[in-house]
């Protein structure tokens, strides 16, 4: 089996039917070039993005994923993305990867090639990197201001806050910077004080046994792990709560960890330097669960 | 002649020898695939650009925008680019181009293919709009929060503010939002009111014959065309000034600009819906100005 998927996707109107998807996809080799420099989303990161996870032939939470692409690009002006189209092309790499192991799954729909016709799509298919030790043993967390307002998305919608979009150079040299002060990642803090997301992940708290997260507000975005583990947490009668959180009560949480599609549950153990409580067992709980086929 | 040049380049490190650089581009049809989807540039919008005018066959202040670049690059913690190469890579453009009318000459630096061991960089030339509507009778102006406080940039680096970055989604964003408000383009204001840039421009204003433009705090680009018609102003013995520039006085200018490499100076005829006084006769002489061979 091909370790690596990559289909390049003729978008489909929404509404179209999906009945003869497979003429719109073209397999390229990912060591090739497949995309022109008038590409938008090169230009100008100018289109949205999802990061799936397959695990043992199975993509998890497709539906969640292909939902929030959506959104994204109702928020970017795009067209509104033909799911039955993705869902259909996420089926064939998902048939070609191993039926072992765990892959990175990334789905892309960029704005197109500039003063060109039409959005254009691909979807490549990756070995996820190890993640056996952020699982097992957890990161070490520093907070980084983002700068804006945790109330910014409903006062300036162009900022595309709630978005999952290209232009994402921001969030990689805010993981630069954690690097650079001795941890493993970041919690972005609002410039009013507020926990928001990391640059590649969600935050959850638990204080007093309440599994807290952020709400979403419009300024993050809506994690598709969070809400899976928050479905699973609910069922196994256990209470959680979306809600602004101010960032000292980062200090006074009993556990925090931060969520994402391929890394899954990652337990929080030192916050800007100081210690944090690592619970292993229920992080390993999650993973359990984050592993299992979910959709 | 083409009208359209495209160069791979092969980025060389910043104290090469640039003797030899020929072989380092590489020329493509822009209509062919040239580049991988495993792009960090098409990925996360991680990379740095310029946009720098070819007028009647001479490049504009290369040499300015080609600091800006390694400026960027700075901040961006990418490898410092041979400036050399680039001015190389120019030249050959320019000279491919036909001697007459005005091009958008576009140079961008990529952090590279993901896990790639090198940046990935091209240069890319097609011919300019028309933007003798905009130089000539001006453009309407609306303000756009920024979400940022002016002083964002000190507080938070890894927000690349100072940076030309391919992350330019909300800033085409904004655009649209300017458009669907009856406007052409956009100023953007920090949350803590002060007049910041536009999304692809610079802002200047004339109170009581003084040239003002926003103090380049980090959080603004600092404009390369801003600052050869300072030079040029202050060559003629005109005051000019940079500052901080609380919003208020966008209502009490005598004129308001923006200006950019290729549409150049365009003054601002409304502003949020108010009529602004369109300083015809000075407009002209900017654009004569910057429509000369510049270095």
């Known amino acids: 089996m091909a370790s690596t998927v990559t289909l390049l996707i003729a978008p489909l109107p929404a509404d179209a039917p999906a009945d003869d998807v497979d003429a719109t996809f073209h397999e390229v080799d990912a060591s090739e070039p497949a995309l022109r420099v008038g590409e938008l989303s090169t230009q100008r990161g100018d289109g949205i993005f999802e990061t799936l996870a397959v695990v043992d032939g199975h993509a998890q939470e497709a539906q969640a994923h292909l939902v929030r692409l959506r959104n994204s690009a109702a928020i970017c002006e795009l067209p509104e993305p033909n799911l039955e189209q993705w869902h259909a092309a996420i089926r064939r790499a998902t048939s070609a990867l191993p039926s072992t192991g765990e892959f990175a799954l990334k789905l892309v729909l960029s704005r197109g090639v500039e003063h060109g016709p039409a959005p254009t799509a691909w979807l490549h298919a990756s070995p996820a990197a190890d993640f056996t030790v952020p699982r097992e043993q957890g990161i070490r967390v520093v907070t980084l201001d ?80 969070q809400q899976s583990l928050f479905e699973h947490l609910e069922h196994a009668g256990e209470r959680t709560e979306y809600r602004d959180i101010p960032v000292a009560e980062l200090a006074l949480a009993d556990a925090v960890w931060l969520v994402s599609s391929v890394r899954l549950a990652a337990g929080v153990t030192a916050l800007d330097g100081a210690s944090v409580t690592f619970d292993e067992a229920t992080t390993r709980r999650f993973n359990d669960y984050l592993l299992s086929p979910r959709d």
Chains 1, 2 share one sequence.
């Not at 700068?147 to 919608?157: E, I, Q, S």
């Not at 900022?159 to 910077?177: D, I």
């Open 146 to 225: 983002r700068g804006l307002a945790h109330d910014a998305a409903a006062r300036a919608p162009w900022l595309l806050l709630g978005a999952k979009t290209l232009s994402y150079a921001p969030n990689m040299a805010a993981l630069r910077e954690a690097k650079r002060r001795g941890a493993d990642d970041t919690i972005f803090v609002s410039s009013d004080g507020f926990v928001m997301e990391g640059p590649t992940s969600s935050v959850i708290l638990r204080i007093d046994g309440v599994y807290s997260t952020p709400a979403p507000s419009g300024a993050i975005l809506h994690g598709t792990t």
